[in-house]
C-alpha cells in the first residue's frame, strides 16, 4: 500500500472510488450536451478538493501538499464562470 494512503487514515478502495468519480466528472464536463449534470459535476469536483486541501491542513502536509487542491479548484471554477453559453443551464446567472 502507497506510504500517502496509509498515512491518510482512509481504506485504499476510497481513493479508487475517488477516481473513478473524478474521471467520470472530466468526462461529464467535457460532454457538451446535458449542463445539469454539469453543474453536479463541477460542485463534486470542487467539494472533493475542498476536503483534499483540508485533509492535507489537519494531517499537517506541506504547504506545498495543502495549496495543491486548492490551485486545481481555482481552475476548476474558472472553468465553469468561463463556460460557453451553450453549456449553462438556460436562465442561469453564471
Do not use: C
Not at 460542485?43 to 489537519?58: E, F, K, M, Q, S
Not at 481555482?74 to 453564471?94: D, E, F, H, K, V
Amino acid at each position: 500500500m502507497n506510504v500517502e494512503i496509509a498515512k491518510s487514515g482512509y481504506p485504499s478502495h476510497f481513493f479508487m472510488l475517488l477516481g473513478v468519480w473524478q474521471v467520470l466528472a472530466a468526462i461529464a464536463i467535457s460532454v457538451p450536451k446535458a449542463p445539469r449534470i454539469k453543474e453536479w459535476a463541477y460542485a463534486g469536483v470542487v467539494i472533493n478538493l475542498i476536503a483534499a486541501g483540508h485533509h492535507h491542513y489537519v494531517t499537517v502536509d506541506g504547504i506545498a501538499k495543502i495549496a495543491i487542491p486548492f490551485v486545481i479548484m481555482l481552475l476548476a471554477i474558472a472553468s465553469y464562470l468561463l463556460r460557453p453559453m451553450s453549456r449553462r443551464l438556460p436562465g442561469s446567472m453564471i
